[in-house]
Every structure is written in C-alpha cells, then in structure tokens.
C-alpha cells in the first residue's frame, strides 16, 4: 500500500522559514511529478510548487522567490523550503506524488494527510 507522510509544519513568526518534507512509501517503481499544494479555511486548494522527476519546478506566483521545491528520488522524498513566511502563507499544506508500482497498473495520484503551516504576525 502507497502512503504519503508530511512532516514539517508548524507556528512561525512572519518572516521566518519551515521546511516540510513529504515521504512516499509502499513498493513503489516509478514517480513522476511530485507537488505541494495549500488550503486555507473557506478558500479552494491550490498549487504551491511542482518538481517533476527530472528537477523541473514550477512555482505560484505568490510564492516565486521565496520557497523552493526539491525531492530527493532515492529517498522518495519531496521537499518544500519555506522562506520570508508571511501570515497568507498559513494554511494545510499537502503533498502529492503521480506514481506507479508493482500493485498498480498505471500511474496514479496520492495525497498525504496534510500539515498545518500557522504563520503569525
């Protein structure tokens, strides 16, 4: 069975910096693109940042500059840099990864549980 494992987050001041850290784990063969996303209450989920599994990133404008994506593939790990935290950055951040492996057949998006990010002001 595959599963997905946030850790990381936590209460910042405005400013300050987290780094998350999202593990897949099962008998996996294969990941493609592994991403971070974000919700805040009463808002929709978004997009924070992309890594595909050659190291291309892609980025929300808001968050341009200030957090970098990276993964680790030996690890299966998929990591998010948070720097200048703001109090807009507070939300659930979940981490997803489109993978196969040797239970599946074809490639398939898993979400972890999620991990509160609290900036405050």
């Known amino acids: 069975q595959v599963q997905l494992v946030e850790s990381g987050g936590g209460l910042v001041q405005a400013g300050g910096s987290l780094r998350l850290s999202c593990v897949a784990s099962?008998?996996?063969?294969?990941?493609?693109?592994m991403g971070w996303y974000r919700q805040a209450p009463e808002k929709q989920r978004e997009l924070v940042a992309k890594?595909?599994?050659?190291?291309?990133?892609n980025y929300a404008d808001s968050v341009k500059g200030r957090f970098t994506i990276s993964r680790d593939n030996g690890k299966n790990t998929v990591y998010l840099q948070m720097n200048s935290l703001k109090p807009e950055d507070s939300a659930v951040y979940s981490c997803?990864?489109?993978?196969?492996?040797?239970?599946?057949?074809?490639?398939?998006?898993?979400w972890g549980q999620g991990t509160q990010v609290t900036v405050s002001s």
């Open positions: 997803s990864a489109t993978l196969t492996a040797l239970t599946l057949t074809g490639y398939y998006t898993y």
């Open positions: 099962g008998i996996i063969s294969r990941i493609n693109d």
């Open positions: 890594i595909t599994s050659g190291g291309i990133t």
